[in-house]
């Protein structure tokens, strides 16, 4: 008797049929209904009709019919809210019986059911078994708090519940233990800011314990939570790495992977001479080298974690190079990421064998792995020097087999080999040339014209190959067509005498006989050059060039340190931090790596992590900072092709090239989109300024005192720079959302349509959260403004400076960039007010040097005043206090982000004669500013004013203010955004 | 944790799914049939794929896709390994995993996954837990429940969930005493053109079939236990005596189970006259009318050798302490081709 008999198609009136069976007196007949019913539930048939006679059954001795209706009542519960209160009775029963599987089957099961209004009903009964005398049904409550957790936060805090859970994890029952770590992980994660998991040294040494005993999946969690804690000394450091150590002879290869996690961040505070620290390292190498003799799917994850480690401590592997060898019938996902792993260890040392290999993967036929295969030839004459010769004759002989793909492929490494060892290889030219005809990818083909008109001098018939392509020169693509146009200049200017010809040619195909902007205007440019001074054409087309850097795809130094507190997470897979890819990003908290602690460490170990605040904690602002050309350099020409294929959010990613087209429908993908409509009418009344400079023009510009300030508008791209396109905006903030006021006006004659823009990776992650709209065309001379709204969740990269903002925009005619710098007050958040004892617990928290003193000069207010102002750019003043005359303000404020800022704004009526006060006269945590008095007196004339020490409000109203100076003190865990955000102070204060 | 599990078969129909938490809708594997579009084999389905709001964690096996839904940060690793283990499940319960034997017991597969995941945490994980919680079909049990109306459902708690010994379930008994260890030790070779090695190193592991009475306490020894460096542990096995010892001292569970695993990458091959260097030649001929192979084929080489290990591992004895009966003792060696490659 087989259950697919449950699989027969739905006759009419099965429902019927079954409601019957599942009223019948019969036992045996009633079960088989319900089973009947779980199969059809299970191959997703809609039985939800039969809830009422389904819960009927529930009241039954018989375990695996209650079992049964149990797992039914899961299901559909949510569609029967009114009828599943039935089933409450008999949970509350349940949660009472005296076999404790029956407990927890009960408390298991009641937390399954995600309806609101039983969840009150279920507090009482969970009370209990989070207390029960049987740990099997304590770890099962521990799981139940999570349940509730997700369908009633604010009942499971009111309740007490996760007091209880933090509890547990010093049960005696280490299963117990590992749930409630699983458990309060979970609920962790979705408030990140909570101090749930409050680690510390005794927590630290239960969890230890717990670890040896409890199940392999209990081991992952409490790895992952031991992770996050940040010991506080090398010793300890030690003593944990010491008693995780065995887990790495798990079988489990999660376990194994977050122990290596652990160990990898711990040995960051360890001493190099320790001998400690080099057995550690060799323990590390088996357990990575055995993951990889798992299943493909284990293996490929492993990988891309090996990927990490062999670059944050390649000692590790490095004489285990032979294991990254491909299998031929190892999926192609394997064999990519164990190519690149050996690219990463190719060293002098072992050189030979992998280039061996590499050759016999050419031969291979799977195009993807064979063109990566060639090209990581290439990458290792370029990483490794001695190599490089060998390289090139491998390549040569690559290129004798005439595949088609594998020679171009070979043809564009090579032109980096020269370009990185000039003057060496260039007698295989020849060789190169003899394959011109086969060549039919833009890359390639561009390839082989740089090649040729480098080394035009060399190439007896340079001149001839060149005009081969010039036949076709509209139909190639645009890479092909300006490289070819340089190449004929080279050639021109090293043999001017017979190429004359040639090179009008191809200056008038390049300036009269296309479309493309980019051709034309270099055209243009070499035109002048050569016709007015061929001299200075010589030295700027023939200059010399800088040489290609050795490595370009290793991860920047402080996003691998991240990345390695995330491995064995899918952080790890996709090798961005989760604050670019994990839904909501924004509740994500940056991790970093812990400080080496020891004195010994020598002075060669730049790679250590930022010092300062405990890892968990620690808002890294800016994790990344890759080169500033960034992406908007690759716009029109696709995305760029690091890294694994990403198909999430595109907006988050910035991965994906947004002026390309599919614009909408990218978006529209997305969940924070905010329609156009919705964004807040631009400009409110500031004038237009002219210029950059206009941006923090003080003199001019309307405040509002309804949400932040705005500046005015300036131009950010003027017509002469964009083929008459005008682009003037400014920034704002109202109740919670940033958008970009723009004004397009279009001085060009011709009508401009499809207009679109991107930002390039920056700072704060901010990003269009909408497409540019412009509804109808631009005619000459009109002007529409915009209102972008943007999001912070795009994907964050170091600008220099921090609130640099660089934007293309693309219409009908071309695309356009610009750069401009965004006032930091957009970015403060409303909620950025600290309660007090927070604020002085952080204030003391961060260290002095990371604190900032500026002045604010010949601002009139007073305190009162100031902090309104303020306030309505969401800076908010915590506290407030006089001491000896001088008004002390208290302020807190966030970034969108997370960053806290923390300020002392102190003002004082003007003193000429009180000159800068030292901070450690302040009183203890009062460290700061002093008023300088100095300045114009202005108003009517200055006074001192005494307030009640702390957070009174009354204000000293009637005295009014003076021309004054103010000093402003700021903390913050990122030192870097001081300056900016004394800026916006600055600005706000005077507007 | 792992919000919900889906079976599809290679022509792309989902025919299981089950949710730990809130219901996904099936059209999430759409995202999943995309990749399996674009990857042209199954076998090259990528394993992590992102969608929208969800990251769909897949492995292939016995042609089946069995695809996990997670929504938040979990360790790939931990849900890949956890999906490995609902197939050996299947195939423990069942004999073998396939799409028909999976639909004929689809009543008990939906308790054991329901079983196996509470809230998407790992609960019962373990066959021996597993099997006492939920029996197996037999044909012999079906028929008994028809006649008696009993069910596959164990009404006991699951002994040995909470004792130390969270693998071994309590009160086994057995007439025949009997403790079978296979030392199986695999080659994975890549042997180039020109017939030298390129790469070769040994995967090796130890099974076990233990059926012993009580709570019986192993230890096993080894003649050369320092061949063994690189080796995962069943978690049954007492790691510090291990360490100190290099003696395996174990409580094992009930029935069939993976007492270690090895690996090595270059072991003892004793005495060779370096002027008569053994070698293995072969040839290949293609049947008359087969079409002819890509340019250079790789071989794939299968091949047995019966009571040998590679290595040289031997085991030396085998103890039991705290049950007072004489078990029947056994061990078996064997060494077979793993992935053994000739490049031509």
């Known amino acids: 008797m087989t259950d697919s008999k449950y699989f027969t198609t739905t006759k009419k009136g099965e429902i019927f049929e079954l409601k019957a069976e599942l009223n019948s007196d019969k036992k045996e007949k009633k079960k088989e209904a319900v089973k009947k019913v779980i199969a059809s539930m299970t191959v997703g048939k809609d039985v939800s009709a039969l809830f009422p006679d389904v819960v009927n059954c529930m009241q039954t001795d018989n375990l695996e019919l209650k079992k049964l209706v149990y797992l039914y009542l899961m299901n559909y519960a949510k569609s029967q809210p009114d009828m599943a209160i039935m089933a409450v009775n008999t949970f509350v029963k349940d949660c009472e019986d005296p076999n404790p599987l029956i407990r927890a089957l009960a408390v298991r099961t009641m937390g399954c059911i995600r309806v609101d209004k039983i969840t009150e009903y279920l507090c009482e009964p969970l009370r209990k078994c989070l207390k029960d005398e049987d740990p099997y049904v304590r770890k099962t409550a521990a799981v139940c708090v999570a349940k509730l957790h997700d369908i009633n936060a604010q009942l499971v805090e009111d309740q007490g519940f996760l007091d209880t859970l933090k509890d547990l994890i010093s049960d005696s029952n280490p299963m117990v233990v590992a749930n409630a770590v699983a458990a309060l992980s979970e609920i962790a994660e979705s408030h990140p800011s909570s101090n749930l998991l409050d680690l510390n040294p005794q927590s630290i040494n239960k969890l230890l314990t717990a670890l040896n005993e409890c199940t392999e999946w209990g081991q992952i969690f409490i790895l992952d939570c031991l992770a996050n804690y940040m010991p506080k000394d090398d010793r300890e450091a030690q003593s944990i790495c010491e008693r995780v150590t065995p887990r790495l002879s798990h079988a489990n290869s999660a376990v194994v992977l977050s122990a290596v996690k652990v160990l990898m961040k711990f040995m960051e505070m360890l001493s190099k001479d320790l001998d400690y620290y080099g057995t550690l390292l060799k323990k590390l190498a088996p357990p990575l080298v055995t993951l990889l003799s798992a299943e493909p799917e284990l293996q490929y994850v492993a990988l891309r974690n090996i990927n990490l480690i062999v670059q944050k401590r390649p000692e590790i592997l490095k004489h285990e190079m032979k294991v990254f060898f491909v299998k031929y019938n190892d999926p192609i996902y394997v064999k990519l990421e164990k190519l690149d792993i050996m690219i990463r260890l190719a060293s002098q040392a072992n050189i030979a064998q992998v280039l061996a290999e590499l050759k016999e993967y050419a031969t291979e036929v799977d195009v993807d792995f064979v063109r990566k295969a060639v090209r990581a030839i290439g990458r290792c004459a370029i990483k490794v020097e001695q190599s490089a010769e060998r390289c090139v004759s491998t390549l040569l002989d690559l290129i004798q087999t005439k595949v088609n793909y594998v020679v171009q492929e070979a043809i564009v490494v090579i032109k980096d080999i020269f370009r990185k060892y000039p003057n060496k290889y260039e007698s295989v030219i020849a060789t190169l040339c003899e394959n011109l005809d086969s060549l039919d990818e833009p890359e390639a083909r ?546 | 944790m792992i919000h919900s599990l889906f079976l599809i078969n290679s022509s792309g129909d989902i025919f299981l799914e089950k949710h730990w938490k809130s219901v996904v809708s099936r059209s999430v594997c759409d995202y999943f049939f995309e990749a399996q579009e674009r990857a042209t084999e199954a076998e090259n389905v990528p394993p992590v794929i992102p969608t929208p709001h969800h990251y769909l964690l897949s492995v292939y096996r016995h042609k089946i896709f069995f695809v996990a839904v997670i929504q938040t940060e979990v360790p790939p690793l931990f849900v890949i390994e956890f999906l490995h283990r609902v197939v050996d499940t299947f195939q423990d319960y069942f004999g073998v995993c396939s799409e028909p034997v999976i639909k004929d017991n689809v009543v008990v597969v939906y308790e054991v996954l329901e079983e196996m995941l509470d809230n998407g945490f790992p609960l019962a994980t373990e066959s021996n837990i597993l099997k006492e919680l939920i029996k197996p079909p037999t044909i012999l049990r079906t028929v008994v429940n028809t006649i008696t109306g009993s069910t596959n459902v164990g009404d006991q708690l699951p002994t040995g969930q909470l004792s130390v010994v969270p693998w071994r379930r309590t009160g086994v008994k057995y007439t025949n005493n009997e403790a079978y260890f296979d030392v199986i030790e695999e080659i994975d070779a890549i042997i180039d053109k020109s017939g030298s090695t390129i790469t070769a190193e040994i995967q090796g592991v130890i099974d076990a079939c233990v059926k012993l009475t009580g709570m019986p306490d192993l230890t096993l020894s080894f003649m050369n236990p320092r061949l063994l460096d690189d080796v995962s542990f069943h978690p049954c096995v007492r790691f510090k005596r291990w360490e100190s010892e290099r003696i395996l001292s174990f409580i094992p569970p009930d029935g069939n189970f993976r007492l270690l695993s090895y690996h090595m990458l270059s072991w003892d091959v004793g005495k060779i006259n370096p002027q008569k260097l053994p070698s293995l030649k072969g040839t290949m001929s293609l049947q008359a009318g087969a079409s002819k192979p890509d340019e250079n084929p790789t071989i794939n080489l299968q091949f047995k050798i019966q009571q040998l290990a590679i290595s040289g591992l031997k085991v030396n004895r085998l103890d039991m302490y705290g049950e007072k009966y004489k078990p029947f003792k056994g061990i078996k060696y064997m060494t077979k081709a793993g992935k053994f490659q000739v490049r031509t």
């Not at chain 1, 645009?478 to 004929?488: K, R, S």
């Not at chain 1, 200056?507 to 243009?524: F, I, K, M």
């Not at chain 1, 009174?952 to 001081?978: F, G, I, T, Y």
């Open chain 1, 446 to 991: 561009a390839a082989m014209i740089w090649i040729v008109g480098e080394y035009a001098e060399r190439i007896d018939n340079a001149d001839e190959l060149l005009e081969s392509f010039l036949e076709g020169f509209h139909d190639e693509s645009t890479q092909v067509q300006l490289q070819l146009l340089t190449a004929i200049v080279k050639l021109f200017l090293k043999k001017p005498t017979e190429t004359q010809e040639l090179v009008q040619q191809v200056l008038s195909l390049a300036t009269q006989d296309s479309d493309n902007p980019d051709l034309r205007d270099r055209g243009y440019i070499y035109w002048r050059l050569l016709s007015t001074d061929p001299v200075a054409a010589k030295e700027v087309v023939l200059a010399e060039k800088p040489l290609i850097s050795e490595e370009t795809d290793l991860i920047e130094p402080t996003l691998l340190d991240e990345l390695i507190c995330y491995i064995g997470t899918l952080a790890s897979v996709y090798h961005k931090p989760p604050s670019a890819f994990v839904e909501g990003g924004r509740g994500v908290v940056h991790k970093s790596l812990p400080p080496r602690t020891a004195s010994s460490e020598s002075a060669e170990s730049p790679e250590t992590a930022p010092t300062g605040a405990p890892p968990g904690e620690q808002p890294d602002v800016i994790p990344a900072q890759g080169d500033l050309l960034g992406d908007l350099l690759n716009l029109d020409l696709g995305p760029p092709v690091s890294g694994p294929p990403l198909a999430t959010s595109s907006v988050q990613m910035g991965a994906v090239d947004l002026l390309g087209g599919g614009l909408d429908s990218l978006i529209g993908g997305t969940n924070f989109v905010a329609p156009p409509t919705a964004a807040v009418p631009a400009n409110l009344g500031a004038p237009i300024g002219s210029g950059l400079s206009d941006l923090f023009d003080l003199t001019s510009g309307v405040g509002t005192l309804s949400g932040s300030y705005v500046a005015p508008k300036a131009v950010w791209l003027p017509a002469m720079k964009a083929k008459g396109l005008e682009i003037s905006g400014t920034f704002t903030r109202q109740v919670g959302s940033i958008s970009m006021d723009l004004q397009l006006t279009n001085k060009a004659l011709q009508v401009m349509t499809d207009f679109a823009i991107q930002f390039n990776r920056n700072s704060f992650g901010l990003a269009p959260a909408a497409p540019l709209q412009v509804h109808a065309p631009l005619s000459p001379n009109q002007t529409v403004e915009i209102s972008l709204p943007l999001s912070t969740v795009g994907s964050v990269m170091k600008m220099e400076p921090l609130n640099n903002l660089q934007v293309a925009v693309k219409n009908n005619i071309d695309v356009f960039y610009f750069s401009t710098l965004y006032p930091l007050h957009i970015l403060f958040v409303e909620d950025g007010k600290m309660d007090r004892q927070m604020f002085l617990a952080t204030w003391k928290d961060i260290p002095n040097e990371n604190e900032a003193q500026f002045q604010i000069r010949d601002c009139p207010l007073n305190a009162e005043a100031a902090s309104s102002k303020l306030q309505s750019s969401n800076i908010f003043t915590v506290a407030k206090r006089n001491v000896e005359g001088q008004d002390m303000l208290y302020q807190s404020l966030k970034l969108t982000n997370g960053i806290w800022v923390l300020a002392e704004l102190r003002i004082q009526p003007g003193n000429p004669s009180c000159t800068a006060w030292p901070s450690r006269h302040c009183p203890s945590w009062v460290l700061l500013a002093v008023l300088v008095g100095g300045g114009l007196w202005r108003g009517f004339g200055g006074g001192n004013f005494r307030l009640p020490v702390f957070g009174c409000c009354m204000s000293p109203s009637l005295l009014v203010p003076v021309v004054q100076d103010l000093e402003l003190s700021l903390k913050c865990r990122a030192p870097e955004v001081s300056q900016h955000v004394y800026q916006a102070y600055e600005t706000i204060l005077k507007n």
